[in-house]
Every structure is written in C-alpha cells, then in structure tokens.
C-alpha cells in the first residue's frame, strides 16, 4: 500500500481495533465504530502526513432491513496538499440514531450534517444548529404527528397527502391570503 | 378596423373607455420573471434580440410584481416555494394573468416526488400553459400573443381591485429546536 494510507491505517488503528477496510478501484473506505470518529477525524487532519483538511461532502444510507444496523453514515475527506481521497463510514442504530457531530473539525460538515438529519432524521450531538434543511421545520405526519424524513427508504415517494399545505386557490378577484 | 387604422385615417375615434384601455393594455404587457429553474434560460432568450419579443410589446421584464401584469412562471415550484409564487402573485395589481412554463410548472414535469407541487393550477389560477422540456423561446412569444388575445377578446378584468390590501404572511414553519 501506498505510504499515504498506510499512515492513514496507522492512525485508524492507534484509535481502534475495530475496523473494517474495503478497497475498490483504488478507493479506500474505512468503517469505524462511531465512539471513535471524532478522535480519528482530529487526527486525520491535523497529522500533516495526512492533512485531509476538506470534508467534501457528508451523507446518509438506508438499509432498512439488510443491515443489522439500519444506518450508515459516510464521510467523503480529501487532501489539498497530498490530492488524495479517503471514505469513512459509520454505522447507526436505528434505535439511537445519535451520532458524533464533526462539525468542529470540519466547518463544511455543519451544513450537511442539517441535510443528512432532515432527510434521515440522524441526530448530530454537538451539532450547533441542528434544524432542518431544506423541507419545512414542523414538516411531520399529520395524522400521527412524527417528523418525517424523506430519504428513508420507508417514506412513499409521493409523500404523505396534506403534509406540506398548498396556499388556497384565489376565488375571486382581489383575494389574498 | 382597429384603432391604429382609424386614428390614422380621421385623426380622432370615438369608442368606449373599454376599448382603449384594452388597446393600451394589450401593447404593453409586462411580465414578471419567476425563473425558479431551468426553463428561466428559455425566458432570457425569449427576450434576447434573436427572438426579440419586443416585437410584441413585453420586453420589459419587470423586477418587481408591482409593476408587472404577467407572472411567468418559468421552473419546478416545490412546495416550500409555492407560498412564495403566491405571494408575488397577490402583490401583482389586477388585472393580472398567470402563464406556466414548462412541464414542471404545468404538471410537475420529470419531478414526481414529494417535495414538487404538480401543477401550479392547484393554487393559482393560470391562463396559458406552455408544453415542453424547456420550451422554445418561440413558444414563450405565443404564450405572450395569447394573453395578448385574451385581453383583446372575452376577457376583461376589472383593474386596481386588491390596490392597498395587505399581502399574504409566510405560513409557520415551526419552532427553532428539534433535539
Ligand atoms: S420543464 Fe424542464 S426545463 Fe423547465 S424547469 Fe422543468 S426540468 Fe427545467
């Protein structure tokens, strides 16, 4: 392996023994338990043989029930000065749903984080502003009142009728609302 | 014969008040451009000069909904932002028409999920639809020459009847906290 990524797996095992590396087409992932994702997160950025200083994206998946854990969270990091990608991934419990917010170390990861909890309802603990992103802050079932999150492979892809209102039709001239 | 012709011919008419606001109307129609997406491309070069809807009296694509008399609505509306077309629509002055451009605004288009209104007729009332994926500019100037059309024929309304109401809030969007 490379010198890069073994540094990369140096400090992935300094901080656990419980990880697993998938490497496809030249793309390592790595999926590490969610206790030690800050810790490594530091590290992988601040260790200069690494430096992976930009969180390019940060998403969710679903896997409702293929997986023992329903959720997976996955980090996209890239290094400026070494051109180098690395994928993280975690996975959560579909009956905590919590995981470690990332948003300290990399300033980027606050906005994704808000869209990878409004659309699968992961809450980020530590997160600053931890409020819904694109669909409306109350946006819940309206029969039963539970938030809905849109990207769950659960959710009907019409989604649930009367959830978003529609503003009222104009009747006559002159109405407004 | 039309007004053109007979003002040319004797230098005064006599006609109803109708009539000539209909004519006034009818050559300046102003649209406002609510380019929401993809489609707002089409709608700049309708007015750019290779199309050159000047030709046609409604190059003068108004900013803000109180000067304008179309709402043109060119884009995928979401749910979110259809409170927001309704509300440029309610700041418009009447009379007032409404073109939807494009599948999307028409019918929802490729977007049939959960977050798009499918069809802005469900909150709006529109007077000419315009098909396509986007659509021609030329078919933007067809659109214009129906409300041109609409103004001329049947369809008259009554001027300046919201003038001075208040406008419609935002709906509520919740409380701050989530956790
Ligand atoms: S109809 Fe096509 S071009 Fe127009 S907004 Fe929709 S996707 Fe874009």
Known sequence: ?177 | MGLDEQLQKDGFITTSIDAVIKWAQNSSVWPFPLGISCCAIEMMAAASPRFDLARFGSEVFRMTPRQSDVLLVAGTVTYKMAWVVRKIYDQMPDPKWVISMGACASTGGMFRSYSVVQSIDKFLPVDVYISGCPPRPESVIKAIMMIQDKIKSKEYKPALVNFGKDVSPMPHQGSNSVM
């Open chain 1, 1 to 177: 392996m490379e010198q890069y990524f073994e540094n990369i797996h140096s400090v992935i095992k300094l901080n656990t023994e419980n990880y697993e590396i998938v490497k496809h087409r030249n793309q390592i992932t790595y999926t590490i338990p969610k206790d030690n994702l800050l810790d490594i997160c530091f590290e992988l950025k601040e260790n200069p043989e690494i430096a992976l200083d930009m969180c390019v994206d940060i998403t969710a998946i679903d896997w409702l029930d293929k997986k023992h854990n329903r959720f997976e969270v996955v980090y996209f990091l890239y290094s400026m000065n070494h051109n180098k990608r690395l994928r993280l991934k975690v996975q959560i419990s579909e009956s905590s749903l919590l995981c470690p917010s990332v948003s300290e170390v990399w300033g980027s990861a606050n906005w994704y984080e808000r869209e990878t909890f409004d659309m699968y309802g992961i809450k980020f603990e530590g997160h600053p502003n931890l409020r819904r992103f694109y669909m409306p802050e109350d946006y819940c079932d309206p029969e039963t009142g539970e938030p809905l999150y849109p990207l769950r492979k659960d959710f009907p892809l019409m989604g649930i009728p009367d959830s978003m209102p529609l503003p009222p039709y104009p009747e006559k001239f002159g109405d407004v609302i």
